[in-house]
T-cell receptor, first 113, second 113 residues
Framework: LAKTTQPISMDSYEGQEVNITCSHN???????ITWYQQFPSQGPRFIIQ???TKVTNEVASLFIPADRKSSTLSLPRVSLSDTAVYYC??????????????FGGGTRLMVKP | DSGVTQTPKHLITATGQRVTLRCSPR?????VYWYQQSLDQGLQFLIQ???????AKGNILERFSAQQFPDLHSELNLSSLELGDSALYFC????????????FGPGTRLTVT
C-alpha cells in the first residue's frame, strides 16, 4: 500500500480553519484515502474517506486533486476539543487479504485558546 | 460510543503470565481487527478475523493468538508475557467488504510488571 507522509505537528487557535496535508505519491487505482482522529488513551475514530475531488461531512472536508498524490483534511473553525492526533491512511478497497490499516506517525494538532 | 466493547479496561499482570482480552463488535459487523499501541511504536495491526475465520495477519508474535467465536465476539490471548508487551490493545470492527471505515473500541491497557 502507498506510504503516507504528513507533518508531525501543527498549532492553531480556536475558531480558525485547519488544513492538514498528506502526501501519498504511490497511491494505486483501487486505493481510498481515509482520515482518523485519536485522542489520548482512546481508539482512533473514523473522520472521513474519499477517492477523488471533494468530500464533505458534518465534521470535515477532504480535498483530493486530480492526480490523487496528496490530500488535504480541512477542519472548519476548530475548538480546543479538536486537539488530537490525525492519521492519514491509504486503504485498498475489497482487498481479499483483509482491510488492515497501516497507521503512520500522524499529525499532532494542538488548538490553543 | 463506537458500539465496540472491550473487557477488561485495565489489566496488570506479571511477566511469564497469560491473559485473555475480549472484544464484542458492533451489531452486524462480521469483521474484527486487533491492534497494539505502545508508546514508542504507534498503532500496529495484529490480526483480522471475518465471520470466524482468520483473514489477515500483521505483526503478531507467536506468543499471541486470537479467535472469533460463532457469536462474532473475539478474544486475543497473550502468553509468556514480557515487559515489552505493556501497551494499549484495541479491537475494531467493520462490515465487510469495506474501504477502511473501522470502528474502534475503548481499548484494554495491559501493564506487565
Amino acid at each position: 500500500l502507498a506510504k503516507t507522509t504528513q507533518p508531525i505537528s501543527m498549532d492553531s487557535y480556536e475558531g480558525q480553519e485547519v488544513n492538514i496535508t498528506c502526501s501519498h505519491n504511490n497511491i494505486a487505482t483501487n486505493d481510498y484515502i481515509t482520515w482518523y482522529q485519536q485522542f489520548p488513551s482512546q481508539g482512533p475514530r473514523f473522520i472521513i474517506q474519499g477517492y477523488k475531488t471533494k468530500v464533505t461531512n458534518e465534521v470535515a472536508s477532504l480535498f483530493i486533486p486530480a492526480d490523487r498524490k496528496s490530500s488535504t483534511l480541512s477542519l472548519p473553525r476548530v475548538s480546543l476539543s479538536d486537539t488530537a492526533v490525525y492519521y492519514c491512511l491509504v486503504v485498498r478497497a475489497n482487498n481479499n487479504a483483509g482491510n488492515m490499516l497501516t497507521f503512520g506517525g500522524g499529525t499532532r494538532l494542538m488548538v490553543k485558546p | 460510543d463506537s458500539g465496540v466493547t472491550q473487557t477488561p479496561k485495565h489489566l496488570i499482570t506479571a511477566t511469564g503470565q497469560r491473559v485473555t482480552l475480549r472484544c464484542s463488535p458492533r451489531s452486524g459487523d462480521l469483521s474484527v481487527y486487533w491492534y497494539q499501541q505502545s508508546l514508542d511504536q504507534g498503532l500496529q495491526f495484529l490480526i483480522q478475523y471475518y465471520n470466524g475465520e482468520e483473514r489477515a495477519k500483521g505483526n503478531i508474535l507467536e506468543r499471541f493468538s486470537a479467535q472469533q467465536f460463532p457469536d462474532l465476539h473475539s478474544e486475543l490471548n497473550l502468553s509468556s508475557l514480557e515487559l515489552g508487551d505493556s501497551a494499549l490493545y484495541f479491537c475494531a470492527s467493520s462490515v465487510e467488504p469495506l474501504k477502511g471505515e473501522q470502528y474502534f473500541g475503548p481499548g484494554t491497557r495491559l501493564t506487565v510488571t
